[in-house]
């Protein structure tokens, strides 16, 4: 069993910068893909950026450009430096991975954190 731990989340002033992290425990994340995901209040869970196993990104069109997303394979941990922030991103924010090496469908991702919430002021 997979267990994904977020981490990184708090408040921040729009403009700025905060670093997400997720952990997975169980099993080797090195040849998985994986991705953050979003969802705010009132809205249906957003995919933020993906990671593939071979480390090909792709990313939101809300977050190109201010967020990236990299991966420590030896530490089995996948990361999101968000900079730039925006009062729109304040969200909880989800790590999911998935057996496959790439996926943009949230359908294919089998193991999910808890969630970590970021909240950004004006």
């Known amino acids: 069993q997979v267990q994904l731990v977020e981490s990184g989340g708090g408040w921040v002033q729009a403009g700025g910068s905060l670093r997400l992290s997720c952990v997975a425990h169980?099993?080797?994340?090195?040849?998985?893909?994986a991705a953050w995901y979003r969802q705010a209040p009132g809205m249906q869970r957003e995919l933020v950026a993906v990671?593939?196993?071979?480390?090909?990104?792709d990313y939101a069109d809300s977050v190109k450009g201010r967020f990236t997303m990299s991966r420590d394979n030896a530490k089995n941990t996948v990361y999101l430096q968000m900079n730039s922030v925006k009062v729109e991103d304040t969200a909880v924010y989800y790590c999911?991975?998935?057996?496959?090496?790439?996926?943009?469908?949230?359908?294919?991702?089998?193991?999910w954190g808890r969630g970590t919430q970021v909240t950004v002021s004006s």
């Open positions: 999911a991975a998935t057996s496959k090496a790439y996926s943009d469908y949230e359908g294919w991702y089998d193991y």
């Open positions: 169980g099993s080797t994340f090195s040849f998985n893909a």
């Open positions: 990671i593939s196993s071979y480390g090909r990104t």
